[in-house]
Each structure stands twice: as C-alpha cells, then as structure tokens.
C-alpha cells in the first residue's frame, strides 16, 4: 500500500505557543488530505478536509482558526495549532487520497502526539 | 454515508480464524464496505474493501451478504500482531456531491487474539 509519513511523531510544547504538523504523501500524488483527532480511548474524529491548492473545509465545531491547514502541494499538507492550550493534547493523525480512477483509496500516516503543558 | 454496527470486543485464539461482523443495513446502491484497523497508538491501516462480491487479499477476506445489510471480515489465520481495533465503514467511493467520501469511524470492535 501507500507511504504516508507524519513529522514529527511526537511533540511537547508549551501552553500558548503554535506547533506544526507535517503530514506526507511519500509514493503518490495526494489529491486530497484528511486531518482526524484521537483522544484516549475515543475513535477517530475527522477534523477538516483539504484539496491541493485550495481552502481546507472544517467539520462542525472545529475552528479554522485555531486549526490552520495548509495543502501546498501533492504530497505536503501541514497542521498548525495554534495557541495549544492544554485540551488540545491529542492523536493527530493525517489520511492522504490518491489514484487512478474513480475508486479512492486513503491512506493513515502513524500519526502525532501532542501533548500541551 | 451509512452507519454500521459492530461488537465492541471480540476474542479470537492465535492461529484460528477472526471472523468479525458488521452491520450496514441502511447502504445505498453506490457506498462501499471499507474494513480498517488500527493497533495501538498507530494510524489505521486499510485492509480490505468491496462493493456486493467477496473480497480476498493478502490480509483478509470480506464475505459481503447478498442484500448487502452486513458484511464479515474474516482474518484466516489470526496471530497475536492482529491485535487491533477494527473498523468497519461504509462510504461513497466516487467523488462527488457534497459529501466526498469521508471516512466516518465509529466505535469498531476491539479484536483481542490469545496464545
């Protein structure tokens, strides 16, 4: 199956300060990037949906501004948070969507931890 | 897209068959059955997908019900690293409309496989 790498895997960072997530595409074209967030013990919860090169959309309840999404390319798509705050401590995890056809595949990267003290 | 219905947990002995179960009775005409899974503190990982055949890869087989209200994912040989949670979502394969085919995950069932 398809590469999709996350960096980094793991983050620790201060209340009120922003954080990056990068999420790649390794062996194909991404046409469309997913961003979910896991809490403990909860499943996966899609946050927002990103095609290349234009505006990601938000699920209800996710706040764009807080959660700033960026799908330069065909393989790069990152997640910043920005301002952590403790309650943002979470599983990030991006999904990528790509190929031939009109049958999609989508593919999980290992995903983020991030922890906000 | 269509909900599903799974068990929450599931015990399977090292080296049987994982048989694991789900229903989707409200499927449309045009949504898939998708079969992921995710081990501990890991992304999820595809398995297997189909649309009203039976499905086999390396992984698994997916035994789709000829009305197509349920599905069964079946591991043939499971193994202590099958461990996982699995989830079984319904969805949109082509794109379009508005809803794009999200992958929507519910609870799954947790597959825990004993020596």
């Known amino acids: 199956g398809a590469v999709v790498s996350q960096h980094p895997s793991w983050v620790i960072c201060k209340s009120g300060t922003s954080v990056k997530i990068e999420c790649r595409s390794l062996?194909?074209?991404?046409?469309?990037m997913f961003w979910y967030r896991q809490f403990p013990k909860q499943s996966l919860m899609l946050m927002a949906t990103s095609n290349e090169g234009s505006k990601a959309t938000y699920e209800q309840g996710v706040e764009k501004d807080k959660f700033l999404i960026n799908h330069a390319s065909l393989t790069l798509s990152t997640l910043t948070v920005t301002s952590a705050h403790p309650e943002d401590s979470s599983f990030y995890i991006c999904?990528?969507?790509?190929?031939?056809?009109?049958?999609?595949?989508?593919?999980f990267g290992p995903g983020t931890r991030l922890t906000v003290t | 897209d269509a909900k599903t219905t799974q068990p929450p947990s599931m015990d399977c002995a090292e080296g049987r068959a994982a048989n694991l179960p789900c229903n989707h009775s409200?499927?449309?005409?045009?949504?898939?059955v998708y079969w992921y899974r995710q081990i501990h503190s890991q992304g999820p990982q595809y398995i297997i997908h189909g649309l009203k055949n039976n499905e086999t890869n390396e992984m698994a087989s997916l035994i789709i019900t000829e009305d197509r209200k349920s599905s069964t994912l079946i591991l043939p040989h499971a193994t202590l690293r099958d461990t996982a949670v699995y989830y079984c979502i319904v969805r949109v394969a082509k794109s379009g409309g508005t809803s794009y085919g999200k992958l929507t995950f519910g609870q799954g069932t947790i597959l825990t496989v004993h020596p």
């Open positions: 999904s990528a969507r790509g190929g031939a056809g009109w049958i999609y595949e989508q593919y």
């Open positions: 409200t499927i449309s005409g045009n949504e898939y």
């Open positions: 062996d194909f074209q991404a046409t469309t």
